[in-house]
């Protein structure tokens, strides 16, 4: 069976107490900068947990057309303020986990 190209990342945010507003802003941030600086990004897309308050985790879903092109996210220039201002905010680090799609 053949993988297709589509690398699919989620990522799970923990934010600390009294802190997911700044969070949820941030995420907002982030996301448009990626729609304007990365064309091969095919979703990035933040969610909140519905219907709880509080410090629950945020939930971000990312396709990317390639490998390469998680590659660039990585490291892109327009996103390391961000990482910066939300080390702070975060009760521990994020979970990432990256998958590869099975169909096109």
Do not use: N
């Amino acid at each position: 069976m053949r993988e297709a190209e589509t690398v699919t990342v989620v990522a799970r945010i923990y934010p600390k107490a009294g802190k997911d507003d700044e969070v949820a802003a941030l995420l907002v941030q982030m996301a448009e900068a990626v729609r304007h600086h990365e064309p091969d990004c095919l979703v990035y897309r933040p969610h909140r947990l519905a219907g709880h308050g509080g410090a629950a985790p945020f939930f971000f879903y990312e396709q990317y057309r390639s490998k390469e092109a998680f590659d660039l996210h990585r490291s892109a220039p327009h996103l390391a303020g961000f990482r910066g201002r939300m080390k702070d905010l975060l009760a521990r680090p994020t979970e990432v986990e990256i998958y590869s799609s099975l169909t096109d």
